[in-house]
């Protein structure tokens, strides 16, 4: 590759100049015509120039104004013949000589419209004395025939010098510095029966040819530096050096594994084809690869050299490997993951369950401060069962007297918290629980159908009771879900809850609510069931054993509010100190 890259410097002004011989060039007579009128299309951004008048014998500068309507708008545009410039779309119009006597016809097209625009053909570089090709821009996408050939003004073919046209592709057998400059190539087009001469630019710079100064630049890689490798898997070596063009000598680039660091025992390593890419028409880049088929522990000790020749001189870069440190990626990827996947999963349980964490942060945190400041100690709620009309007279609903209870009624409830099996065990709780909390245990109540007044706002009147009250305790029997005024009560002790207030809230369920959870008609609202399943319960059967419903009423009394609980206590306290003294 490097020997035809070279070859081609060599034999191209050879090529050339059996070109020129071959072909000669044609003088075109009158290569500016005469015609009074001439159309000329140039394209947006480039170099013009507008042309000159010759006659026979004696050449004349001329100056073209702007004439016909054009001149309203642009009165003061003017151009002299061989004088470049850009083009404008605004440049488009009719120009008359200042005598008069010709005219010329400008059009300039936007680039956007061209087939095949590229801006990289306007400049051409060539190297002195080697010869070269200028090609006309859109060559491979235009009609090339009939195109003539201007540096300047002047036609090529009217310069004594060796060079050729074919179609559209001149070619200088040999170049000189002075043939720096800009070439136009006009293009003959017919378009509705009027000639078009289309001009498009070349910008030609002719470099003269200079040894190399200096001795090859190595890229890659920087000196003393380090690779890292897997053991057991194949490695590319790649060194990457910049020469200084030279014709008569082929660039080297080599790579050598030193042993033990030794630069005199050194092996020359099995490399690919080198890669060449101009960079400049002054600089060669080559890019030269070596290859480890398998990396073992031996290349780790030794050092790799790249080392660069040209005519100058030498240049040399000593590197090592090392072995790859494996990224311990569950660690480095795997931990951020798990915390953003962990930070999105609680996003969603939130937003899932909030209505559930609400209800038992609020259920079993409660602060209580305000509860010196309410009327009621329980809000009790249950349902009448077709089993509480059986009751004996002496579970009927309490009165509000409070807590009258002499020394037989203490007994009594000392009595009734050892489970009397022939007794109490058979009573509905909705009959039990009235008498213990506010005969024997000495709470407030209020009783839906003893303290709401008849005839009243049902509504209002319940969700003021619960807000005057400490706690709501509502009794799940079978009927109870299923009585829409008990699942109201229910409901607003729930909102309660949720709006901050220092309310508790208890469900009791029996056991023939358990046994009874078949779907309602309607069902209830989600908040409801929702807190169904997360609200603080106890659960009631009279048919358990005895060891069962004495964990009942002890929970019971553990659940009641902490401050009424501890009065009980005092209270029951002096009542055994009075009855001590009074016997």
Known sequence: MQTGFYLFYLISPILLWGCCIRKQQKKMKGVQR??????????????????????????????????GEDKKTNKDLTFDCGVKFVAKVSHSGKYTSLSGSRSITLEVVESVSLRCFQPSEAKVTLRVHTGGEIYCPSHHCSNNSDTIWFKGNKAVSEQRRASCNEEGLLRLCETYE??????FCDRQLM?????????????????????????????YPAASMTEEVELGQPHILTCEVFFDFEVDFLPKVQWFMNYGDNMENMTPLHMEEPQQKQETLEVIEVIQTAVIPEVMLQHLMHTFTCIATNSVGNSSVTMKLKQKTKANWPPLVGYPFAAFLLVVCLGILLRVKWLEIQLMYRSHFQDGRHDGDKEFDVFLSFVWSPLSAEAPQGFTLPSRSGCDCNEEEHL??????????????????????????EVHWGYRLCLPERDLLPGGAYTNDVVLGIKRSRMLICVLSADYLADSSAVFVLESGIQALLKKSSIKLLLIWTSEASASLTPLDPPPSRLVQTALKVLPRLTYSSEASLRAVDNFWGSLRKAMPQSRKRQVADMECGMSFSARKDS
């Open 34 to 67: 005469d015609a009074t009128n001439q159309h000329f299309r140039a394209v947006e951004g480039e170099l013009f120039m507008m042309p000159c008048i010759k006659s026979l014998k004696q050449p004349a500068r001329t100056v073209w104004f702007r004439s």
């Open 178 to 183: 002075e043939d720096t400059g800009l070439y």
């Open 191 to 219: 378009e509705e029966g009027i000639q078009w001469t289309y001009r498009r630019a070349v910008d030609v710079t002719v470099i003269t040819h200079l040894e190399p100064s200096k001795c090859p630049w190595i890229k």
């Open 412 to 437: 009594m409830s000392k009595k009734l918290m050892s489970c009397d099996e022939s007794k109490t065990t058979q009573k509905p709780l909705e009959v039990l629980l009235p008498h213990v909390l």
